[in-house]
């Protein structure tokens, strides 16, 4: 690891082999689309809605083919063609301030990549999403949502990797053990206060109005001991027709937020069922869980990074004589893809895990029932693929596939 040449073809080599793997388990789950149904899920599509079904999982197909090649062959160019070192040459000539040029490298790599990927996003939303029903975004939204995201990763984004950079520059080998507090920090109160404080930037949400929906929520709120007044309905028929409910915050933060397309498509006993599930995650400490080994392997990540960020190799690999953090950063961020794809093969193992257990919370504490007609409205109305890969399954999918929920259900 200390000829930057080797370095520089083991990275090349890992972002080859990445873009291959992907290709391969598309390809693999490409192969399932149209195939039989289980009988568990014949009842799910009409014969027109599964050829719909099927329509749409080609396209998308077909187009991340599109996108991901694109993208591997810029990656590509830009290694080989000296990008970094020329983004970095002008970070550098605006300012020799660590922090402010590290900014200026990371602003310049995003807004270019924004710029570059904002075309194919654009067609996904009103091309690809408008021809199968799902799009409710306009234009205007769409621009709105870019801008807004934009300034929210400068913000945050920019505030943190500032902090951090002062650590690196100030606290030497040691600089990870005060970004990891920092950024420990920060998930815990992103998870308390995210629905307060960001999704309002991007979405109205109203408490769930009085009546009999809201009074059969919180019957079963009484009922398990899980006493909740912050139930809100998020318009996301603003963007799409895809229905969603999620859980958030712990303590006195914690809340409940249904998608509008979610009240409106299923019946109440079925929001009910949804609204058990996400209790069961509660109950089952998921959410606990999922924080604390998400903080531990932020950790590990910044302890290996603080072995390597500044190994005169990783930047000479990239065309920059003198190791600098950005471009170290940049460097270790892609030699740490095999560990990232790990960790999240297990993330993605303990996630499955979690959906059986808060579906079986769900099924003793509410009903079986109304958790398998709405799973399954919910995935005819996303035009949800019904018959993945085995291999995609286990390598992609946070939740079991349909069928397997509805037999665990049902047992």
Do not use: C
Not at 67 to 93: M, N, P, Q, R
Not at 158 to 177: C, D, K, M, V
Not at 220 to 232: H, R, S
């Amino acid at each position: 690891m200390n000829n930057p040449n080797t370095v520089f073809y083991i990275l090349i080599a890992i972002i080859i082999i990445n873009f291959l793997i992907d290709l391969i388990l598309d390809g693999l789950n490409a192969k399932q689309y149209g195939a039989k149904l289980p009988s568990e899920l014949q009842d799910v599509y009409p014969e027109d809605e599964y050829k719909k079904s099927m329509d749409y999982k080609k396209t998308n197909y077909q187009f991340g083919l599109i996108t991901s090649s694109f993208s591997l062959a810029l990656t590509l160019a830009f290694f080989f063609l000296g990008g970094f070192k020329w983004v970095h040459e002008i970070a550098i000539s605006i300012s020799d301030n660590t922090i402010i040029s590290g900014l200026i490298f990371f602003g310049i790599i995003m807004i270019g990549s924004d710029l570059i990927n904002t075309p194919f996003g654009y067609y996904k939303t009103f091309v690809i999403e408008e021809k199968f029903g799902f799009n409710k975004m306009t234009t205007g939204t769409f621009i709105g949502d870019k801008i807004k995201g934009i300034l929210m990763t400068a913000l945050v984004g920019g505030g943190i990797l500032a902090l951090i950079i002062w650590f690196y520059g100030t606290a030497g080998a040691n600089f990870w053990l005060y970004a990891w507090a920092l950024i420990a920090i920060f998930s815990v109160l992103m998870n308390m206060f995210y629905a307060k404080l960001i999704v309002p930037i991007f979405n109205k949400q109203k408490p769930l109005e009085e009546g009999t929906l809201r009074n059969k929520i919180e019957g079963y709120g009484n009922k398990v001991g899980f006493k909740l007044d912050k139930i809100f309905v998020l318009d996301g028929s603003k963007r799409s027709t895809k229905a969603n409910a999620y859980f958030s915050g712990f303590g006195s933060e914690k809340r409940v937020t249904l998608f509008d397309t979610l009240v409106n498509d299923l019946d109440e006993d079925e929001i009910v069922a949804v609204f058990a599930h996400e209790v069961g995650h509660y109950k089952r400490k998921h959410i606990i869980f999922n924080l604390v080994l998400s903080i531990l392997l932020t950790g590990f990540t910044l302890w290996l990074l603080s072995l390597f960020v500044a190994s005169p190799a990783l930047s000479q690999a990239l065309g920059v004589a003198n190791p600098t953090f950005h471009i170290g950063l940049i460097a270790f961020g892609i030699l740490y893809t095999p560990i990232s794809e790990i960790t999240g093969l297990f993330m993605n193992l303990m996630s499955r895990k979690f959906e059986y257990q808060a579906d079986d919370y769900a099924k003793e504490t509410f009903a079986a029932e109304p958790l398998v007609t709405s799973l399954k409205k919910l995935s005819k109305n996303s035009l949800s693929n019904l018959t993945p890969h085995p291999a995609y399954e286990f390598w992609h999918y946070s939740h079991p596939s349909l069928s397997k929920r509805i037999r665990n259900l049902r047992k």
